[in-house]
C-alpha cells in the first residue's frame, strides 16, 4: 500500500469538522490489469437518511523547488483513479484534495484551464485551521 501524504490527517480533520466520517484506511480498486489505493472514503448524511459518499485523493506538493511535475503526478493520478472508478462502474464522485496555499500560489491559468477541461474535482483545504475552504465541481 502507497504512503500517505504529509498532509493526510490535516486533510481528514478538515473532513470531519466539516460534517464528514472519514475511512481510516485508503480504498483499494482493482480491475484486469491494475491496482489502485485512493486516499479517502467520506460519508455524510443529507437531510437524515440519505448518504453522500465523495473519494479523495490528497496530494501536498512537498517538492516546492518542482512542482510542475507535483502538477503532473496529481493531475495524472486523478485521472487514472477516476477512469479505474468509471471502468468499475462506481458511480461515487472522487475530488484531487489540496491544501489551499498551494491552490493560490502553484495552480496558475493554465493549471486552472487543465482543470476544467478534464472536469477536476477539487477539495481546497487550509491546513493550519483544518478547515475545508471550497469544493470545486
Not at 480533520?13 to 483499494?28: C, F, M, N
Not at 482493482?30 to 437518511?49: P, S
Amino acid at each position: 500500500m502507497p504512503a500517505l501524504d504529509y498532509c493526510h490527517p490535516h486533510v481528514v480533520r478538515a473532513l470531519e469538522k466539516d460534517g464528514w466520517q472519514v475511512s481510516d484506511r485508503p480504498v483499494k480498486v482493482d480491475t484486469a490489469n491494475r491496482t489502485v489505493y485512493i486516499d479517502l472514503e467520506a460519508t455524510r448524511r443529507i437531510n437524515g437518511n440519505r448518504q453522500h459518499i465523495v473519494l479523495g485523493e490528497i496530494k501536498c506538493f512537498p517538492d516546492r523547488n518542482n512542482t510542475t511535475r507535483e502538477i503532473y503526478i496529481a493531475l495524472g493520478q486523478y485521472l487514472i483513479y477516476r477512469a479505474v472508478l468509471a471502468e468499475r462502474g462506481f458511480g461515487v464522485p472522487i475530488y484531487l484534495a489540496i491544501p489551499e496555499l498551494v491552490f493560490e500560489t502553484v495552480f496558475d491559468s493554465t493549471v486552472h484551464r487543465a482543470i476544467r477541461d478534464n472536469r477536476i474535482k477539487l477539495l481546497v483545504v487550509n491546513l493550519e485551521s483544518e478547515t475545508v475552504v471550497r469544493w470545486i465541481e
